[in-house]
């Protein structure tokens, strides 16, 4: 069975305790590889090897950095098949999937951070004839970071890029559920160049490894996407050390539909806001408001295409949904299922787990799931559910819309489905989310600002914002 290692001061090694533990395929339901059970003894191997790299890797410069960085994403790029299918057998996304979206944007994070770099300026502010002040924005030295299982190599690259590109040095903790494309990249750091100690890569639990890095005393940032309740317990963790944090949590996202909308291009698109990944996105939108007067026809037209949906082998191309993460988060997501109908929800397609044959029968599939009857309060329409299982409600006003849309503890990201230009920009303006997309969904550029309000997170990555996090502004006042 395939042993994953952890990257430390450029040495792929076991964990120093020596224990392992398993790796699933959500596909087939059964263990295929193992990963270092690492604890903070590894940590701490990461951190003191990361701060001896760092004066050689700041004192290289944006250009020689830069130039490493692109090496690397070349390398996964020539490796893309490879990546593809650890990707999907890890994670149970389908295949097709991952070569579309996952692993390109693993490589476009790093061809973005590694330019982006020789373009980041610094500000200067002239005080007339007194002084000049220009910012001097420095590295910082070793940053933290932890990313989920949901996309696993795309949110993984999507810190350590701008944290490495900065200048910093990187002890950085993928998922436990899905550490294989962390490791595939770990086995490409030294082709690409990257000098040992500068990116770090402990495999383990998150109450171990995440833990020891979150308190670690010398990692002064922490970088972290996850679930609501893990970012608080960082927060409680790192506020008092007065560590940086950036936090990208939970949602629970709205997607409005007004009658006046394009029906067709918002039909096709909310069936894939709904469903891609299973649901398993944070920008996935599971709450589907619906105009009153549109209601009917949208239900049955969106019905019909649900119903539609494949759900199989994640390495069949005519598989639309593969398999969810975990035997846990499939058995979360059924919980929520059933939460839905005791709480008076009506199950319109979906509801249950299917069972597919041969090698896939252990897997765990969730049958695209419909959910209609329920009010704004319940838990149902509260709690994120992180699965291929959505809600539709009605509304008759604009306001109301709006109502329902705020009505939830998160505010990540928001759909709005209108041809009324004036409409979209007040809705736009009056909704509580950090992301909001108008006739669209998951249209990415990488230079806007992402991140969540609320529950949804604090603080934002991508672009400058991410460049601004990994690195310390000092203002430097010289008289005239
Ligand atoms: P999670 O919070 O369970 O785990 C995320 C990471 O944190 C993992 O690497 C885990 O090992 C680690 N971790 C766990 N406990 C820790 C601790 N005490 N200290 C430090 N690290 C710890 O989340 P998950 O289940 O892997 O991912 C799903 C969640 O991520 C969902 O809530 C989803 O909305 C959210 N998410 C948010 C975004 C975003 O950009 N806002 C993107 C993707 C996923």
Known sequence: MEQLLNLIDG??????????????????GTVYAQLPDSDESDVEAAVEAAHRAFPAWRALGREGRSAILLRLAELIEQDLDGFV??????????????????IPRAVANFRFFATAILHFPSEAHLMDDVAVNYTDRQPFGVAGCISPWNLPLYLFTWKIAPALASGNCVVAKPSEVTPLTAYRMSTLCKVAGIPPGVLNIVHGLGPKVGAAITAHPRIPAISFTGGTRTGAEIA????????????ELGGKNPVLVFADCDFEEMLRTT?????????QICLCGSRILVERSLLPHFRDAFLQRVEALRVGDPTDPASDLGAVVSKDHMEKVLAYIDLAKSEGGTIRCGGERIHLTGDLKDGWYIA???????GPNCRTNQEEIFGPVVTIQPFDTEEEALTLANATPYGLASV???????????????????????????????????????????GREGGVEALRFFTEAKNVCIKL
């Open 11 to 28: 040495e792929l090694r076991p964990a120093v305790s020596g224990a392992w533990l398993d790796v699933h395929a959500p596909a087939t």
């Open 85 to 102: 299918m650890d990707e999907s057998r890890d994670n149970g996304k389908p295949l097709s999937l991952a070569r579309r979206v996952d």
């Open 236 to 247: 409680r963790v790192a506020a008092p050390m007065f560590k940086k944090l950036s936090l």
């Open 271 to 279: 069936v894939r806001s709904s469903f891609t990944n299973q649901g």
């Open 368 to 374: 695209p799931t419909v959910i209609e009857g329920l």
């Open 416 to 458: 709005v489905w209108t041809k009324d230009l004036q409409r979209a920009h007040r809705v736009a303006r009056a909704i509580h989310s950090g992301i909001v997309w108008v006739n669209c969904w998951m249209v990415r550029d990488l230079r806007t600002p992402f991140g969540g309000v609320k529950q949804s997170g604090v």
